[in-house]
């Protein structure tokens, strides 16, 4: 029998941290030329999302972690909290969510014996848990499972499978008793643990990931704790204050237990069949895990928007997960993202994911047991283990007993025998002296009588001797310091009894205080909880008033500007179904994220047409010009729309644009179309042919701001990785644009700038290769060397980076190696090869150096080792 209470229930939000993954081999090859579609900021807690070349959402998270934070760092943010709480009685769920090869395992589940900074949260968690509770008090217990094709199956034991989840209809706690739970003593059998539940586990090889997860595996670490009661201390200095302490009392309280439950979640990674390559049964597996993830989703979905109806019960996954999202645990989510453009799609959903479950609100409860059963079993070992001291105490009784009671009359006999001699030899010696006194007085009196001759003086020495023998005369003083000494000890008495008196009144004035200040205390907390309820109540009412105001404001502005703009423009040159779309689509800063202006923008291009949006790229209002040119660009971010745009007309209405119009905005926004245009081999050629880089070139001349060059540049640096287009880039005078835009100086600029200059040195080197090119680079004739060594070591990272691998590109050749070493570029290669963050590059600076004779016999000459 057992008595459950919750002691505390406190509101705590779903933490949400996001980790990104490093470029892989496969991706640092298909999308070197290509910037990653995600930006971190983790000093801000922010992360980025590139819409297009022009345009990107930013977001907000508990935790960024970039792709260099250390599985040790990852444990600290993400799990070390949830574990500190499940050790002080809470339940706790860690849970990572991502796109198939995103790192969700090697996040979770890495055992780490090779490398042990490697470990995974799983290891990491159980070694905490170890360290912290007491072998000969506490207990861990663990099962490990996996939801394979909505079926939960035992990974400790593979024949176990379709095991039930049962739910407790009175506290709502979902459990799996038909799972395998094995006691855990020391960390090496955990670790033996997980690497049997791993090998049972399902994977398969597919084209996002070799080893991809076909399974949601499941991790449930049971804790199991003694507590000391917590009225046991006041209970102790009561029984001080009493002056008594029975054990007999503290034995009948029954023992107290707080049993808390870990989950750790690694689940299987959401995949679209057309890109992982599933079929067959494969394929039955991907519609299984998205089918289940879907399910999450819309359970997180109606949690974060308060539904009255959440639906836990549509798959296992949610129904096992119930008490992580809205339930009473302390839930942490880790979602993992790659970088590559390719699946930008895959990374903003995601990212969306994490959003939502921010949201989700769980009521922490701390929980208790009065395990009764344990206490029964304590008593009766209790009551056999007093009994037989009773026993034992009782027989050691009688004998010391009879031992006292032989040496008692063995002492009495000695002292009665003692007694009767020293009395005869002092009644003897009394008579002794009666008698010599008795002698002694007749003589003086014989002596008195003779020479006084009067018959009284023979009675007066029989009197004097009887009274000295009665003692009458010292009887009289004896009595009177007999009388004193009780006086003094009653009024002893009578002053202990008056000090006792008082110290009780003061034990009981003690105590009075004590309750008086409990009482305050407990008040004063009360009144500190509801001060921070309404304080946070106040804080939420402001927020969403500012917000609406805000709202409200923008609205107003909008239909005012959209009114004006109406008025001003012709009849019948903007069709009703046009005017109120466009009037959405110039207010994106109210939406959440890109996905709102994205459904306007699709809507719009559906009902409209993109014959009329072209149209009113000829409009005579500059504002409707501005925002069909705002519309067309992020058309053609979507690469299904770019051949329809161009089949149109609408890139020689974007060049049009770029030549004619003096608008700034319009240019630039013209230039970032371009851009997203040019990232198609097809494209680029168009562009070309059609004097595309003529003028963009000219654009970079005349535009001063940042954001506009960063728009030219980026257009011009797609252009430069076609490796046919090299020769006519250069001569219609692309690189030098480039070069010129330098003078703008910003990072974006920049950035760019160098990602052109990598992609033209990556196709002139290929051209190198073939045999298609010979001669000095065109980049070293333009004079491209002296900035590409200047900004080689250059603070900003994607400067550098591609700055590092045009670099070494250029150098790959022997007929550039004399002007490199001329210029100092040889320096930098050296640097590259040591210190450079990328392997890849790293290790190609170091082919560069030792291929070239040039450079070996400069490096000699300078007595400098490769």
């Known amino acids: 029998m057992k008595i459950v209470?919750?002691?505390?229930?406190?509101?705590?939000?779903?933490?949400?941290?996001?980790?990104?993954?490093?470029?892989?081999?496969?991706e640092l090859v298909a999308d070197s030329d290509f910037a990653d579609c995600v930006e971190l900021q983790s000093e801000l807690k922010r992360l980025k999302l590139r819409k297009n070349n022009w345009d990107s959402d930013t977001y907000e998270f508990d935790e960024v972690l970039t792709e260099f934070a250390s599985q040790k760092r990852v444990y600290e943010v993400v799990a070390k909290p949830v574990v500190e709480s499940v050790l002080e009685g809470y339940n706790g769920t860690i849970m990572a969510y991502g796109q198939t090869g995103t790192g969700k395992t090697f996040t979770l589940g890495r055992l780490g014996e090779e490398d042990t900074a490697a470990r995974g949260i799983m290891v990491r968690s159980m070694e905490d848990i170890l360290s912290d509770i007491s072998p000969e008090n506490d207990s861990i217990s663990v099962s490990y499972l996996q939801l394979y094709m909505e079926t939960i199956q035992d990974l400790l034991v593979p024949g176990n499978d379709k095991i039930a989840i049962v739910e407790d209809p009175k506290t709502g706690d979902v459990s799996v008793p038909g799972a395998t739970l094995v006691e855990i003593r020391d960390q090496r059998s955990f670790v033996d643990l997980l690497r049997l539940g791993e090998a049972h586990r399902f994977a398969a090889n597919t084209k996002l990931n070799t080893e991809s997860s076909r399974s949601h595996a499941i991790l449930m670490v049971h804790v199991r704790r003694s507590v000391k009661p917590r009225h046991e201390r006041e209970a102790s200095i009561s029984s001080l204050d009493n002056g008594t302490s029975s054990p007999l009392v503290k034995s009948l309280r029954p023992p107290i237990v707080r049993k808390s439950k870990l989950v750790v979640v690694d689940l299987a990674g959401s995949e679209r069949i057309d890109k992982s390559g599933s079929e067959g049964h494969t394929l039955e597996e991907a519609k299984s895990i998205n089918l289940s993830l879907s399910a999450l989703g819309k359970c997180i979905n109606a949690l974060a928007e308060n539904s009255p109806h959440v639906p836990f019960r549509d798959s296992k996954l949610t129904r096992l997960l119930r008490d992580s999202f809205g339930g009473t645990a302390r839930t942490s989510l880790v979602i993992t993202i790659g970088p590559s453009p390719r699946h930008r799609g895959e990374t903003a959903s995601t990212i969306m994911f994490g959003q939502r479950a921010m949201k989700v609100e769980n009521m922490v409860r701390l929980k208790e047991e009065f395990d009764y059963k344990s206490m029964c079993r304590r008593l009766e070992i209790e009551l056999d283990k007093l009994v037989a001291e009773n026993e034992r105490q009782h027989k050691d009784f009688e004998d010391e007993l009879e031992r006292i009671k032989v040496e008692a009359q063995n002492r009495v006999s000695e002292a009665e025998q003692s007694y009767s001699t020293a009395l005869e030899n002092e009644r003897f010696k009394y008579q002794k002296d009666y008698l010599e006194s008795i002698k002694k007085l007749e003589e003086q009196w014989m002596m008195k009588q003779r020479m006084h001759g009067n018959l009284k003086s023979e009675v007066q020495p029989r009197d004097y001797l009887d009274k000295n023998c009665n003692g009458e005369g010292p009887t009289s003083s004896v009595s009177e310091e007999v009388s004193e000494v009780k006086a003094l000890l009653q009024k002893e008495v009578l002053a202990r009894k008056s000090a006792e008196e008082e110290v009780k009144n003061l034990r009981n004035q003690l105590a009075q205080l004590k309750r008086t200040e409990a009482t305050g205390s407990t008040e004063i907390l009360k009144l500190h909880k509801m001060l921070e309820d309404e304080t946070y109540q106040k804080g939420r009412l402001e927020e969403e008033i500012a917000m609406l105001r805000s709202q409200l404001l923008q609205l107003s502005l909008d239909a005012d500007e959209t009114r004006r703009s109406l008025e001003r423009s012709e009849p019948g040159k903007v069709s009703n179904g046009l005017e109120s779309f466009m009037s959405q689509?110039?207010?994106?800063?109210?939406?959440?994220?890109?996905?709102?202006?994205?459904a306007y923008i699709a809507k719009l291009f559906e009902q409209v047409g993109l014959q009329k949006i072209l149209s009113l790229l000829e409009s005579e209002d500059a504002d409707v010009r501005i925002h069909a040119v705002k519309v067309l660009a992020n058309l053609a971010a979507e690469e299904a729309n770019q051949q329809r745009i161009v089949e149109a007309g609408g890139l020689s209405s974007l060049l049009m644009l770029l030549r004619n119009s003096e608008d700034e905005t319009i240019r630039r926004v013209a230039a970032g179309a371009l851009a997203n245009l040019a990232m198609n081999e097809t494209n680029q050629e168009l562009i070309m042919s059609q004097g595309g880089i003529t003028l963009l070139s000219m654009a970079a001349t005349n535009a001063e701001d940042p954001q506009t060059l960063r728009m030219v540049a980026g257009a011009i640096a797609n252009l430069c990785g076609n490796d046919k287009l090299q020769a006519k880039l250069r001569s219609e005078g692309g690189i030098r644009a480039l070069l010129g835009m330098v003078r703008c100086g910003h990072p974006d600029v920049l950035a760019q700038v160098a990602r052109g200059i990598a992609n033209f040195a990556k196709c002139e080197s290929r051209a190198y290769t073939q045999g298609n090119k010979?001669?000095?680079?065109?980049?070293?004739?333009?004079?491209?060397?002296?900035?590409?060594?200047?900004?080689?070591?250059?603070?900003?990272?994607?400067?550098?980076?591609?700055?590092?691998?045009?670099?070494?590109?250029?150098?790959?050749?022997?007929?550039n190696a004399k002007d490199m070493v001329n210029e100092g570029a040889l320096w930098e290669l050296v640097r590259i090869s040591r210190d450079c963050s990328r392997e890849d590059i790293r290790s190609l600076a170091h082919r560069t150096l030792t291929s070239s004779a040039t450079f070996l016999t400069e490096l000699r000459r300078l007595r400098i080792e490769c």
């Not at 002691?7 to 996001?18: D, K």
């Not at 689509?585 to 994205?598: E, L, M, T, Y």
């Open 774 to 815: 010979s001669g000095r680079s065109l980049l070293i004739e333009d004079g491209a060397l002296s900035w590409i060594v200047k900004n080689a070591n250059n603070e900003a990272s994607p400067i550098r980076r591609h700055i590092e691998l045009a670099l070494c590109h250029i150098a790959q050749h022997e007929v």
């Open 5 to 26: 209470f919750y002691l505390l229930a406190l509101p705590g939000r779903v933490r949400v941290a996001v980790r990104l993954r490093p470029r892989n081999a496969e």
């Open 585 to 598: 689509a110039r207010r994106p800063q109210v939406r959440d994220s890109g996905n709102g202006q994205k």
